[in-house]
């Protein structure tokens, strides 16, 4: 589990006491952590790192130190800044343009080793409709589709999600070899895309929810989360556990955490919760960092979860 607890250090970026990943010399970090004014902070924790920062020249994004099961696949949530040239790293079409943004995203996937061009996504429309990425999809494109996940069996085939606040989820099994990339928002999390996909999954590939390893991304907290009744009452309707993730606040509100949530739909489905890690960094509080729709507005950018398979 990527749980991260305790006290805060104030860490410097290039200190050589810090654990590295030892293919790219990359600090590794393990425990709860923010970028602010150039300083790394690294938050108390103990046994190995779970998470690792890799900064390259042109791209910064964080990844899971260790994959359970031994699947060779690559995951990876792109930050805010471009690595060290400073320059904005933004995913999104709509928000950064065109040209930029799939500028950005060859950086992306040259960063990751990814030698295919294209980088697959849809136009997420916060509900739980899933999109097979298979042959004929390659053919055809995704120009116009519209859906909040996509699944895929074939190796060397990158999927992203765009994210701001929303939780992405990365569901993968080793045998067979099958990756789901899933964006659950609020509303996505009410129409239970993460379930959605996992049924594709089974249906469409022969993967019982047993099988099934998730990464859980950063996302907006329960510290920051703050909704009204219009929004939480739809889940006191139809979720039973609902409680578990709510937290009252004043009379009338309540903030929310993605992560149980998503974690309760996984469970409920059959994903042993020994196989979910999570990566539990709230992009409000790390809005430096992390694009945040909560604490930038209209006008914050986006970056992305990735995973690809690899051959």
Aim: some cysteine; hydrophobic content about 40%.
């Amino acid at each position: 589990m990527m749980q991260m607890t305790g006290a805060a250090l104030q860490v410097r970026v290039n200190r050589p006491e810090l654990a590295t990943d030892p293919r790219s010399h990359t600090p590794a970090y393990s425990g709860r952590y923010s970028f602010i004014g150039g300083v790394r902070h690294l938050h108390k924790s103990y046994g190995r790192p779970q998470i690792l920062v890799h900064m390259r020249d042109e791209v910064t994004y964080l990844a899971p130190a260790r994959l359970a099961g031994q699947l060779r696949l690559c995951v990876a949530f792109t930050a805010r800044h471009a690595g060290r040239s400073g320059r904005s790293l933004n995913m999104s079409i709509d928000r950064a343009g065109r040209h930029e943004a799939l500028a950005n995203r060859r950086r992306v996937l040259r960063a990751l080793g990814l030698e295919h061009p294209t980088l697959y996504a849809v136009r997420q429309v916060h509900g739980n409709a899933v999109c097979v990425v298979d042959a004929d999809t390659l053919t055809r494109g995704l120009d116009g589709a519209c859906a909040d996940a996509l699944v895929t069996d074939l190796p060397g085939i990158p999927l992203g999600v765009l994210i701001a606040d929303c939780l992405p989820v990365i569901l993968y099994s080793s045998q067979p070899r099958v990756l789901a990339v899933v964006h659950a928002g609020r509303l996505g999390t009410y129409h239970r895309v993460v379930p959605a996909a996992l049924d594709v999954m089974k249906t469409r590939f022969g993967v019982s929810p047993s099988q099934v390893h998730a990464i859980l991304g950063p996302a907006i907290g329960d510290c920051c989360y703050r909704l009204d009744a219009q929004a939480v009452t739809p889940f006191q309707d139809r979720f039973p556990d609902w409680e578990a993730y709510f937290i009252s606040q004043d009379p009338g509100y309540w903030t929310m955490s993605l992560t149980r949530a998503n974690q309760a739909q996984l469970q409920a489905a059959g994903v042993p919760l020994a196989q979910v890690q999570t990566a539990e960094l709230c992009t409000v509080c790390h809005h430096t960092t992390l694009f945040s729709h909560r604490a930038e507005g209209q006008n914050a950018g986006r970056g992305m979860g990735i995973a690809a398979l690899l051959d």
